[in-house]
Nanobody, 126 residues
Framework: QVQLVESGGGSVQAGGSLRLSCAPS????????VGWFRQVPGKEREEIAS???????KHADSVKGRFTISTDNAKNTLYLQMDSLKPEDTAMYYC????????????????????WGQGTQVTVSS
């Protein structure tokens, strides 16, 4: 069973920073489309960043300029650097990956990854 092991969530004041990490257990980061989603109760899960096997990043408008997705192939780890955090960034953050479509195939503009992490909570206080 594929595992995406996440770490790095926590509580921070507005304006602060956090870095999330995610490492897949059964395949290499460079062979997959990988990314991050977030979800708050009662709302749909939102894709916030992805990076394809070519290393091309994509960020949602809601986080552009504040969050940065990156990978370290030597460590086989995906990161999400979150700066200038706002209370509205409070959510459960999920790592996601799909090795079947490493170019980040989208249908109607939506990426539907096959594999998910267990989620890590990020709480931003004002």
């Amino acid at each position: 069973q594929v595992q995406l092991v996440e770490s790095g969530g926590g509580s921070v004041q507005a304006g602060g920073s956090l870095r999330l990490s995610c490492a897949p257990s059964l395949y290499t980061i460079r062979s997959a489309c990988v990314g991050w989603f977030r979800q708050v109760p009662g709302k749909e899960r939102e894709e916030i960043a992805s990076i394809d096997s070519y290393g091309t990043p994509k960020h949602a408008d809601s986080v552009k300029g504040r969050f940065t997705i990156s990978t370290d192939n030597a460590k086989n780890t995906l990161y999400l650097q979150m700066d200038s955090l706002k209370p509205e960034d409070t959510a459960m953050y999920y790592c996601a990956a799909d090795p079947t479509f490493p170019w980040c195939s989208r249908s109607s503009g939506r990426w539907r990854p096959a594999d998910w992490g267990q989620g890590t909570q990020v709480t931003v206080s004002s």
